[in-house]
């Protein structure tokens, strides 16, 4: 390739690409069906159940999942919002306590599970055999809004919308592409099947843990 060719070349010469747009961020409070995908960090405790490498430990000892999630209908479809689900933290159990809530709660609207339901379908569809089982699942999330380490404000998911909710079947029948979600029916979104999950992370309590996120998103805070 001549001087001349590579000028001209789109991979070169970057002038007339297009100036990189800020994402407004979601409002607080809105509803929509997310899906969840994991990454790892290499991390197992195989007697606490982390195996498989999904855990991600901190610098400080803290343990966590770092989860995406990505906005699957309505007018904030292929958004993305970065979050932490809380493992361990060597500060005390609440931030765990609060990763096992939110898990519960995300298997409840992924697997269309009452949170009040003990029936044997309803106990086995709240447990998990690893947290692969979580990649991937779908449901309902309220994103929200709160302050990163750089007390910029950012998106965060830490409540899961349950099918105890009015708004709950609605939204997990919503279509992507389409502005309205299909008429309400009784079938429940997912089989309540005992070995699969759902995933939801928590922000993580401490910002010594987080690092910002490739791609915009004020939990992208995962790096130690």
Same mark, same amino acid.
């Given at each position: 390739?001549?001087?001349?060719?590579?000028?001209?070349?789109?991979?070169?010469?970057?002038?007339?690409? *297009?100036?990189? *747009?800020?994402? =407004?961020?979601?409002? @607080?409070?809105?509803?929509?069906?997310?899906?969840?995908?994991?990454?790892?960090?290499? #991390?197992? /405790?195989?007697? !606490?159940?982390?195996?498989? &490498?999904?855990?991600? +430990?901190?610098?400080?000892?803290?343990?966590?999942?770092?989860?995406?999630?990505?906005?699957?209908? &309505?007018?904030?479809?292929?958004?993305?919002?970065?979050?932490?689900?809380?493992?361990?933290?060597? @500060?005390?159990?609440?931030?765990?306590?609060?990763?096992?809530?939110?898990?519960?709660?995300?298997?409840?609207?992924?697997? &269309?599970?009452?949170?009040?339901?003990?029936?044997? *379908?309803?106990? !086995?569809?709240?447990?998990?055999?690893?947290?692969?089982?979580?990649?991937? !699942? /779908?449901?309902?999330?309220?994103?929200?809004?709160?302050? =990163?380490?750089?007390? /910029?404000?950012?998106?965060?998911?830490?409540?899961?919308?349950?099918?105890?909710?009015?708004? #709950?079947?609605?939204? !997990?029948?919503?279509?992507?592409?389409?502005? +309205?979600?299909?008429?309400?029916?009784?079938?429940?979104?997912?089989?309540?099947? $005992?070995?699969? &999950?759902?995933?939801?992370?928590?922000?993580? $309590?401490? #910002?010594?843990? +987080? *690092?910002?996120?490739? +791609?915009?998103?004020?939990?992208?805070?995962?790096?130690?």
């Amino acid at each position: 390739m001549n001087n001349q060719n590579a000028t001209s070349n789109e991979w070169t010469d970057f002038n007339n690409a *297009q100036v990189q *747009q800020d994402y =407004d961020l979601i409002p @607080k409070g809105t509803l929509a069906k997310v899906r969840l995908t994991l990454n790892p960090g290499g #991390y197992d /405790e195989p007697h !606490m159940g982390w195996t498989g &490498g999904w855990a991600t +430990q901190g610098d400080s000892g803290a343990v966590f999942l770092k989860a995406e999630y990505v906005v699957l209908t &309505g007018p904030f479809a292929k958004r993305k919002v970065w979050s932490l689900i809380g493992l361990h933290s060597p @500060k005390g159990p609440n931030w765990s306590n609060m990763g096992r809530s939110f898990v519960r709660s995300l298997l409840c609207s992924a697997r &269309g599970i009452q949170q009040e339901d003990n029936s044997p *379908q309803a106990v !086995m569809a709240r447990r998990l055999q690893n947290f692969g089982e979580l990649d991937g !699942m /779908e449901f309902v999330a309220r994103i929200d809004v709160e302050k =990163d380490a750089d007390d /910029e404000p950012t998106n965060v998911i830490k409540h899961v919308i349950t099918p105890d909710h009015k708004q #709950y079947q609605a939204l !997990m029948n919503e279509v992507a592409g389409q502005g +309205q979600a299909h008429p309400q029916s009784n079938q429940q979104p997912q089989q309540a099947y $005992p070995q699969q &999950g759902a995933n939801g992370y928590q922000q993580n $309590p401490d #910002y010594q843990f +987080q *690092q910002p996120a490739p +791609q915009q998103g004020p939990n992208n805070n995962w790096q130690d």
